[in-house]
């Protein structure tokens, strides 16, 4: 009777080990979650009083992509990153154009590009000491991929306001986090965990 009662608590035991693996990674495949994006660098030569590169008005940029999401890839369309003037975005600086491409499952990725700056417009946004403030701004559209093939396009518009030095290069090595003021992606998910909780939590309770 007693090695009955044993094997039936191990046999709950082990159903609830299994519900909880399986809401886990039902979590795991429902949360989407966007990808985050930062400026790791940025670089306008032509900035500089003491450079002998003032003719040269290229632009110089690179991102840093990070897929949160564990059980799904993300396919980007064409990145597309608008640099301004100033925070409040009064005139362009330059546009620059970078590759769509696939991340997979928690991956990073670092992309470099490069564009042609507006020197009329960029050389009054710098101050008597030489520094300036640029409003970054990237958009693109990604495509979540699981086993089943690929989500609808949903787009990302997000920006940050980047300090750049006398040297007209990015103050700081610290990477700049791109946000968006948009709603975060994922809202109906938390709702659908937290009652997968409840229902954890009440079966645990009955087999107590």
């Keep these: 009777m ?6 039936q608590g191990c046999g709950c035991c082990g159903g609830i080990f299994s519900l909880g693996l399986s809401a886990v990674f039902l979590w795991l495949w429902i949360h989407t979650s966007n990808p985050r994006c930062s400026i790791q660098t940025l670089s306008l030569p032509s900035l500089s009083r003491a450079s002998n590169l003032t003719t040269d008005p290229t632009l110089s940029l690179s991102l840093r992509l990070v897929n949160p999401n564990q059980l799904k890839g993300i396919q980007y369309d064409l990145l597309n990153v608008t640099v301004y003037d100033f925070p409040n975005k009064s005139n362009v600086v330059g546009n620059i154009s970078m590759p769509g491409f696939y991340q997979g499952y928690a991956k990073k990725a670092s992309k470099l590009g490069q564009g042609i700056a507006n020197m009329t417009v960029a050389l009054p946004a ?6 300036g403030v640029f409003r970054v701004q990237m958009a693109t559209a990604v495509k979540f991929k699981t086993i089943y093939g690929y989500s609808k396009r949903h787009r990302i518009r997000v920006g940050a ?8 290069v990015k103050v700081g090595p ?3 986090r791109l946000r968006s003021m948009a709603p975060k992606m994922g ?3 938390v709702v659908l965990l937290g009652a997968l909780v409840h229902f954890l939590v009440f079966t645990l309770l009955h087999f107590w």
């Design 161 to 168: 306001d980047v300090v750049v030095n006398a040297s007209g």
């Design 126 to 131: 710098i101050s008597e000491n030489g520094k």
């Design 174 to 176: 610290k990477g700049i």
């Design 187 to 189: 809202s109906s998910c």
């Design 2 to 7: 007693s090695a009955s009662r044993d094997q």
